[in-house]
């Protein structure tokens, strides 16, 4: 029983880790190596999940921390990742307080409007208060393979909460 | 309409404000904090730079160990398909022998000059070895927006902000950022890298601009400059960062210049420990 109890604590905690993992690690999500436009921010689409899905399994701190993490790895600004993911957090609440029962369309689409604004607000802050230079066409790419590619991870987190963690939506 | 409108409200300050059984902080007061250590970092206060500067060589040091898996499985991976290519392997091997052995006649005095000109190169090493420090790679993630690798040395071995960085001695990129015990490298195709370079017989001026893409392309030329294809181009030093005559790739017809070191191939490094004649950044 205790075992099982863990097994399930753990796979509770798999998102959560997965999220740390991909700040920390050197683990790309981008495969500029085959494709040189390719690249995404899985993070975002990891956190704006699980937060609509199962919010008690992503705290807010821990994505505060991660956000802070990932800027130490990546170079930028201390704060300024931990500030896009808190804002597709806070999309993630409204349209979860808003809806009753979501589909992977009505996800999508709100997904479009957290993803815009938390790379509006990520590069905004760059571009006026920091030196490190970024290319529109690197955001433009970055920002279609993410919103692109959001229904896969969406089947695949899907797959994975239900297999794992249970049906019931939050 | 006013219902709506207070729907609209709640949810809203709901969405902002309210905490949970794993929720211990709004996002409301974390985006204030995130807002805070943002400014303060911006702006460069010494006690955030400190700071900074010590979460940098813990989180490099943690992320280099949490990444040995991403560098251990390609390697099993390509050990297990070495082994099961074996056999093919051996066959090629000895066709490759076989075309040595009718090479044999230039062989030997091919092989003696190479003895000597390394014997050459190594002396040249040895001159210049207490200005270098060689550094090994610990992350080189590789992020769609910045080109940058990190080093696992930093000013404790004297490394200053500007320094050129060099694999073989063709150039890789220049130090950005250093604390004490790590440095960050900003690589030459970097949207934020320019390099003045010479290259060609009349002594070509240009400035070599990383585009974020594999390879950067030469920029501020003479008007109607036509490219040729493998002319090999030097930093000019005329920045006084980069020492003039440093090797760093090949032109493109189209005006990119191919990089003699891989970026994305980066394990050890070394940093040239010349101290910039103007400040950087």
Known sequence: ?170 | MSVSRDDFSIAFRSALLQRGASQKFSIFSLIVVALVVFFLDVYGFTVVKTARSFINDIVYRVTYLASAPTRIFPGINEAIASHFNLKKENEELRQVIERYKSLDLNLEYISNENKNLKKVLDTESVKSVSNIVLAKVLVDRNSPFLKSIIINKGSKEGIIKGMPVTQNKYLVGRIVETNYLSSRVLLLNDLNSRIPVTFDEKSTQAILTGGGTRKPTLTYLPEDYEFEDDVTVFASGKDGIFNAGTPIGKTKYTGEVELFVDPNQLSFVTVNLIKPSKEIF
Not at chain 1, 92 to 98: A, E, L, Q
């Open chain 1, 1 to 170: 029983m205790a075992k099982a109890n863990i097994i399930n604590k753990l796979f509770a905690a798999g998102p959560l880790i997965l999220l740390y993992y991909l700040s920390i690690s050197e683990m790309d999500t981008n495969l500029e190596k085959l494709i040189e436009v390719f690249s995404i921010n899985l993070q975002i689409i990891i956190i704006y999940f699980w937060i609509i899905k199962r919010p008690n399994l992503m705290g807010t701190g821990h994505i505060f921390f991660a956000g802070l993490i990932n800027d130490v790895v990546m170079g930028f600004p201390l704060g300024i990742s931990s500030l896009s993911y808190l804002v597709v957090c806070f999309v993630g609440n409204y349209v979860r307080n808003k809806s009753v029962n979501t589909t992977i369309a009505s996800d999508w689409f709100t997904f479009l409007i957290a993803l815009l604004f938390a790379n509006l607000l990520f590069f905004s802050l760059l571009n006026n208060f920091s030196e490190v230079a970024i290319s529109y066409a690197k955001i433009g790419y970055n920002t279609f393979f993410t919103l692109f590619l959001f229904p896969v991870f969406w089947l695949l987190f899907n797959l994975y909460q239900m297999s794992f963690i249970g049906s019931q939506d939050a």
